[in-house]
């Protein structure tokens, strides 16, 4: 049974850095594109950045220049190096999964940026 397990998050001060972990439970781990969205009270579930097979990333433009996603093939683990973090960035954060017809979601970590 494949399974995503994030972990790292907390309450930061604006201007703080988090650096949140998904550890994923998947056999073919470098097959995946893993992909961090994030939820915020009240609104949709959106897309903060992806990184593909090949190691090619994509960020939301209202992360861009402050998030970094990574992975580590040989830990079945990808990354978000979470930098300048504002109240905005409020919400719970999700890994996702996904090769064809595979999709998993992890069960997702609450950030909470405030003074």
């Known amino acids: 049974q494949v399974q995503l397990v994030e972990s790292g998050g907390g309450l930061v001060q604006p201007g703080g850095s988090l650096r949140l972990s998904c550890a994923a439970s998947i056999f073919t781990f470098s097959n995946y594109a893993m992909t961090w969205y994030r939820q915020a009270p009240g609104k949709q579930r959106e897309l903060v950045a992806t990184?593909?097979?090949?190691?090619?990333?994509y960020y939301s433009e209202s992360v861009k220049g402050r998030f970094t996603i990574s992975r580590d093939n040989a830990k079945n683990t990808v990354y978000l190096q979470m930098n300048s973090l504002e109240p905005e960035d409020t919400a719970i954060y999700y890994c996702?999964?996904?090769?064809?017809?595979?999709?998993?979601w992890g069960q997702g970590t609450q950030v909470t940026v405030s003074s």
């Open positions: 990184i593909s097979t090949g190691r090619s990333t």
């Open positions: 996702n999964a996904a090769s064809g017809t595979n999709n998993y």
